[in-house]
């Protein structure tokens, strides 16, 4: 259908144009011209022909290409960078918010370093069950030196606990350290060595030997008893430092000989080292009867925070979980050896720091 806008008007007059609704009354579209590679105008006018092609380059006889130095354009590559002197960088360096970034960094480099180094030093040192054995203070380092020396009036043994965690020794008498034989080791080399400086034996080496010596012991007595627990298939509730704090006991009986033998001799000196033996021995019985012959006799505890099955239990694992006769036997054995042991290893350490007779000749330096 064809529209007319003059139609159906007075004549002469302009009509408002209407909107066209059907689409096809327009008539068709013109179509797009088809594409063609000759056809492509770019659009601007060459400006001519192209340079003829030349082999080499043209220099210009009139430039100079040795009378001025070349530019330092620095890193980045054609900028210039401007050199900063020493006046410019002090300046800079003091100032405030300069300063707090460099403490600020190098307290961060310092807590990192710290971190690294206590991740390293827990894989193999327990250092939290060390702050259990040195939580003393002077009243408990005077107190087990009383009982080391006089064992004989103590009653109660049994080492206190809360809960399931041992009370620190600060809090109880009857528990391990190892204030007391790390202190007793440095006083027991300090005190060889002026023994034998009284007797004109002293050299630098002998400080060395000494301590050397005194360590190598104690290193191969834990192993002693570790492996005597391991083979002979005994469980008890000591722990490794336990034994260490007990085995470094000695060193009181030690100091307490060689002061002794200072004081009267030779006489002295195992007066001395008799009593305080037997003092040790009887310390060491009384304190490790009761860790060691306990063994694995608790009360068996609930697993995984959930109560005892309402069912019987099986006899089987009952019967393998109680100590036997023969357990118990290799406990006490155990004990008495360590009892023996600890009395001896005092004698071999210390004999021959005390001055011989004067018709003897003095003892090997160990």
Request: proline fraction near 10%.
């Amino acid at each position: 259908m064809n529209f007319n806008a003059s139609r159906n008007g007075p004549s002469g007059a302009i009509r408002k144009a209407k909107r066209v609704s059907d689409v096809a009354a327009m008539g068709t579209p013109a179509p797009n011209p088809a594409f063609s590679p000759t056809a492509y105008s770019p659009g601007y006018a060459p400006t001519g022909p192209p340079p003829p092609y030349q082999e080499s380059f043209q220099l210009d006889a009139n430039q100079d290409f040795n009378t001025h130095a070349p530019a330092d354009f620095g890193f980045a590559g054609g900028f210039p960078s401007p050199m900063t002197s020493p006046a410019q960088i002090s300046s800079m360096l003091q100032q405030p918010v300069v300063q707090d970034m460099a403490i600020q960094y190098g307290n961060q480099l310092a807590a990192q370093g710290k971190e690294a180094v206590q991740r390293e030093l827990h894989k193999f040192v327990p250092v939290s069950r060390l702050r259990y054995y040195f939580a003393v203070d002077t009243r408990y380092v005077i107190r087990k030196l009383m009982l080391i020396v006089f064992p004989y009036t103590h009653k109660e043994w049994m080492v206190k606990y809360d809960q399931d965690t041992p009370v620190q020794p600060r809090y109880d008498i009857n528990a391990p350290d190892l204030y007391i034989p790390s202190m007793g080791y440095v006083t027991y080399v300090l005190l060889a060595g002026f023994m034998l400086g009284l007797q004109h034996r002293f050299s630098p080496e002998q400080i060395g030997i000494q301590a050397s010596s005194a360590l190598a012991y104690i290193i191969f007595e834990m192993l002693l008893y570790l492996v005597t627990l391991y083979v002979t298939n005994t469980s008890t509730s000591l722990k490794t430092l336990d034994l260490l704090a007990y085995s470094g006991y000695k060193y009181t009986v030690m100091i307490s000989s060689l002061l002794a033998g200072l004081l009267a001799g030779r006489t002295g000196y195992y007066c001395g080292l008799l009593y305080s033996s037997c003092a040790l021995s009887y310390f060491l019985v009384k304190t490790l009867r009761l860790q060691l012959l306990s063994g694995s006799q608790g009360p068996e505890q609930p697993s995984y925070g959930f109560p005892n099955p309402p069912y019987a239990a099986n006899p089987y694992s009952d019967a393998w979980d109680k100590p036997t006769p023969g357990g118990t036997k290799r406990r006490v054995y155990f004990l008495l050896f360590v009892a023996i042991t600890q009395p001896l290893l005092c004698w071999w350490l210390t004999y021959h720091l005390v001055a011989s007779p004067p018709g003897e000749g003095a003892g090997p330096a160990r």
